[in-house]
């Protein structure tokens, strides 16, 4: 099971599979949640759709195409697994006190967090770049922790999707 970034979804849209120019890869994304292969969480579909602002057609898309599909963070595991991570977090001397807070506060430790209750692997854009150390990158993270993680391409070439 892949666990999906906000990311995914965000450069997706607005570069190399716009609702325009890929409209597939949107379906084949809704069709693999619903045969239980991807799946994202509540907080990061909160980052994609905030109530502040207008929608646009990810907003529209994630909403109407894929929201049964954002899982809650509110399970005791992934509650028992975010709690670990965030004493990591705080307790590191290799991040700033800045990329502490901002780990705390997106959605980036949560949904490390949920891939390390549920055995799931992480889809990412970030890399992994375990020098920086002004912000928590979630492949960093997803190592310490011993949590796969992988990008879109990959994710798409293992399940075999093709458009």
Not at 53 to 76: C, G, I, M, R, Y
Not at 148 to 163: E, G, I, K, Q, S
């Amino acid at each position: 099971m892949y666990l999906l970034d906000a990311n995914v979804f965000i450069e997706a849209h607005r570069r190399y599979y716009s609702f325009d120019i890929a409209p597939s890869f949107w379906g084949s994304l809704k069709s693999l949640a619903e045969g239980s292969h991807i799946c994202s969480i509540d907080k990061i579909q909160n980052e994609l759709c905030p109530s502040t602002s207008s929608p646009d057609l990810l907003n529209q898309w994630t909403s109407e195409q894929f929201s049964d599909h954002f899982k809650s963070v509110d399970d005791a595991d992934v509650l028992s697994s975010y709690s670990e991570i965030q004493s990591w977090s705080a307790s590191s001397t290799h991040f700033t006190d800045e990329a502490k807070r901002e780990f705390a506060q997106n959605a980036d430790a949560w949904i490390v967090a949920y891939a390390k209750a549920k055995g799931y692997t992480v889809v990412t854009h970030e890399g992994n770049n375990p020098q920086k150390r002004n912000r928590i990158l979630i492949p960093v993270a997803c190592a310490e922790f011993g949590i796969p993680y992988t990008d879109t391409f990959n994710m798409l070439r293992d399940l075999n999707v093709t458009f």
